[in-house]
């Protein structure tokens, strides 16, 4: 499973953002008379800002003087603008200690809903012996969606790469050591073996890794393709902008309001047409903000990305495999065709 196949979902929030505010490149004119409007919204039309006077003075279309207490919640609602905190925002989110990042992305963004989709159904006729499978199948479609969790810390020294209960990764020396734990090694062989006689059988070769050690040695096979936390963020951002045609997430208009979640002071970026939406969650912190929630829904697609636990995630990884636990790639491969 490789980090190619998570962009198809980083790529896809690249799109919505130019679907659902209309202003990408070949939209400029709309983005200035944006802009243009924008400033115009201050002006007092009988030129009172000339005469000098304040806020206080000017009364409003009823003759009433403005009200303090709702001009104060005004303020509240404010959140900085986008150009002001952007690369605050990835900067400080991709330069911290550890995180934890999890993904609710539909199978098919990760080339997995053929597979997800069969094992759904069975599942479900399982559960229910009278349902028929059309009705299984009928339920297992609005369910196909996988979770994926990089955690850890941030540049790989130390760092997990999870998919559902099938793919466990674990990173060390920078992203550069991949080991893959001997239970998610079958059981990913399982899923994904092409014909049952093509390969060893998935319960004999456990039985041989098992003897051999815990962990499997994929550094060859998928070096430079899992990610760290680091290089999850850092690829987000470039990712999603090269999809919209952007060189700012700031070109797309998004405002944005201060909210309380959870308990938690955030600044909210959301663009809303109809029921599609794209929304940027951020926390609220001037000197350093993070990334807290990622989400949209755009053409009955539908994401979320989490960050949650900065710098309280790196104990989620496992130690590195001592030298006697990991099963090299030769090791593996002679194994294999023993088994053949």
């Known amino acids: 499973m490789s980090k190619h196949a998570l962009y198809r979902t980083t790529g ?30 201050d002006v007092d039309p009988d030129g009172a800002e000339d005469q000098g006077d304040t806020p206080g003075e000017i009364a409003d279309e009823d003759g009433e003087e403005p009200d303090p207490d709702e001009e104060a919640d005004a303020e509240a609602g404010d959140a900085p603008e986008l150009a002001d905190i952007e690369d605050s925002v990835w900067e400080a989110s991709s330069s911290q200690d550890s995180v934890t990042i999890t993904s609710d992305v539909p199978a098919s ?82 899923e994904f073996q092409p014909d049952e006689a093509a390969g060893p059988d998935p319960d004999e ?40 045609g952007m060189d700012s997430l700031a070109d797309s208009g998004i405002t944005g309001e201060s909210e309380n979640r959870d308990g938690e002071d955030v600044w909210v970026y959301r663009e809303e047409v109809d029921d599609e939406f794209i929304e940027f969650v951020i926390t609220a912190d001037e000197e350093e903000p993070l990334l807290s929630e990622i989400s949209m829904d755009s053409e009955g697609v ?19 495999p001592a030298e006697e636990d990991v099963i090299t790639e030769d090791e593996l491969e002679s194994i294999a065709q023993d088994l053949m």
């Open 302 to 320: 539908e994401i979320s990305i989490r960050f949650s636990d900065w710098n309280e995630s790196e104990d989620i990884a496992e130690d590195e």
């Open 205 to 244: 070769l456990r039985e041989e890794l098992e003897a051999q050690g815990s962990w499997v040695d994929v550094t060859t096979t998928l070096g430079g393709q899992i990610e760290t936390p680091q290089q999850y963020v850092e690829n987000f951002r470039t990712e999603m902008l090269a999809s919209a």
């Open 12 to 41: 896809i929030f690249g799109v919505a953002v130019l679907a659902l505010t209309a202003c990408g490149p070949d939209d400029e004119g709309a983005q200035e008379d944006l802009t243009d409007e924008a400033g115009q919204e």
């Open 109 to 190: 963004m990760m080339g997995m809903d053929e597979v997800t989709h069969q094992d759904e159904i069975d599942d479900l006729s399982e559960e229910d012996e009278e349902a028929t499978e059309d009705e299984a199948e009928d339920e297992a479609e609005e369910e196909e969606t996988l979770q994926v969790v990089v955690a850890g810390d941030m540049t790989g020294e130390g760092s997990v790469w999870q998919l559902e209960d099938l793919v466990d990764y674990l990173l060390y020396d920078g992203g550069e050591s991949i080991y893959q734990t001997v239970e998610s090694f079958i059981e990913e062989y399982r």
